[in-house]
C-alpha cells in the first residue's frame, strides 16, 4: 500500500512520549536488575516487589506505544486507509475477558480501506458532535452508546473528549477513529486530496482549522 498522505500523531507529541517510554524502558531495566539482585541476597519479598514493578512498567510501555504510534489515516488519492485499534476507540482491550486485566492488554489494530469515490460525508468532532449529525441508528451511535453506560468513569471521559474522524459512504455504511493530538495540517491535506478526487463529499465540523474546507 502505497500512500501519498498520511496523517498521525504530531511530532512533538511524539517526541515527548519517546522520552517517557525510554525512561520507562531504564525503568524496566533497574527493576530486573533489582530483582536478581533481591534474588541472589535472597530476599524474596523485595524480589516480588520489584518484578511486579518491572511488570507494570513494561506494560505501560506496550500500552503506550499502542497509543501513540500504531493509528494513522493515509490516502493514496484513490481510497482512504484508516489504521486503527480493533475496539474503534481505545489502545487497551476493554472488552477482554478477565475486566480486572484489560486496561493491561494492548488492543489489536485494523486497517480499512474505502474507496474515495463512495464516501459520502466526513464529520470531524466530538462523539456528541457526530451523533447530532448522524443517525441514531449507525453503528457508531450503538458502539459508543456501550461505552457511555460504562461504569468505567476514566473510559466514560476519555472518549468524551477525543476528536473522532468519522466516515459515512454513500449505501450507509460507516467507519471512525480517534484522532487525538493528530496533526491537523496532515488531516487538512488529506481532505483536500479526497476533495479533489470527489468534490461532492460533504465534511462537516466545528473545529476552526476546517472551516475553509466545510465552506467550499
Not at 516480588?48 to 494513522?72: D, E, G, P
Request: hydrophobic share 45%.
Amino acid at each position: 500500500m502505497a500512500t501519498e498522505l498520511k496523517a498521525c500523531t504530531n511530532p512533538r507529541y511524539r517526541r515527548t512520549n519517546a522520552v517517557i517510554i525510554v525512561i520507562c524502558a531504564l525503568l524496566t531495566v533497574f527493576s530486573l536488575v533489582m530483582a536478581v539482585v533481591s534474588i541472589a541476597q535472597r530476599k524474596f519479598l523485595f524480589m516480588a516487589a520489584w518484578i511486579i514493578a518491572m511488570i507494570l512498567l513494561a506494560t505501560y510501555i506496550i500500552i503506550r506505544v499502542n497509543t501513540i504510534f500504531t493509528t494513522s489515516i493515509s490516502t493514496d488519492t484513490v481510497n482512504l486507509y484508516m489504521k486503527n485499534w480493533s475496539n474503534d476507540f481505545l489502545p487497551y482491550d476493554y472488552g477482554y475477558k478477565i475486566k480486572i486485566l484489560s486496561e493491561f492488554v494492548p488492543a489489536k489494530t485494523k486497517t480499512l480501506e474505502i474507496p474515495i469515490n463512495e464516501i459520502r460525508t466526513i464529520i470531524i468532532g466530538t462523539k456528541n458532535y457526530i451523533k447530532r449529525n448522524t443517525s441514531s441508528d449507525t453503528a457508531f451511535a450503538k458502539n459508543i452508546r456501550a461505552l457511555e453506560n460504562s461504569r468505567d468513569f476514566y473510559r466514560k471521559r476519555t472518549i468524551s473528549s477525543m476528536d473522532i474522524f468519522y466516515v459515512e459512504t454513500h449505501d450507509g455504511d460507516c467507519c471512525y477513529m480517534p484522532i487525538v493530538q493528530f496533526g491537523t495540517k496532515d488531516i487538512i491535506k488529506i481532505l483536500q486530496a479526497m476533495r479533489y478526487r470527489n468534490p461532492g463529499i460533504v465534511i462537516k465540523s466545528a473545529g476552526r482549522a476546517y472551516k475553509r474546507l466545510i465552506s467550499e
